[in-house]
């Protein structure tokens, strides 16, 4: 699966996923788009899911381009006891899924 990273989603999650292509928006250099943008041009390359942390993206966007996963909790040290939990979540998301996911 094709996977891009927005701004805030933790770049040590990367490791968790290595069954998958990760990106990331800066490194697309796609650092200045705005949401609206920033998901087209990730549907025009190709990206399966799109990570973010950005929990009004449902209210902003039209999501039913490809898979979105929004991690409400930003900060790394938080979330690695669950990046396990986190993996999981994403090998079960399926095309155009909305999902929100917060620790246990």
Known sequence: MRILFDQGAPLPLREWLAA???E???Q???SELLNGDLLAAAEAAGFDLFITTDQNLRYQENLTRFAVL???VANWP???PHAR???AAVDMIGPRQ???WSPP
């Open 20 to 22: 998958h292509h990760v």
């Open 98 to 100: 909305y999902v929100e």
């Open 85 to 87: 939990l986190i993996a």
């Open 78 to 80: 938080t979330l690695k």
């Open 28 to 30: 697309r250099g796609w």
């Open 24 to 26: 990331t928006a800066r």
């Open 70 to 72: 929004v991690l409400k």
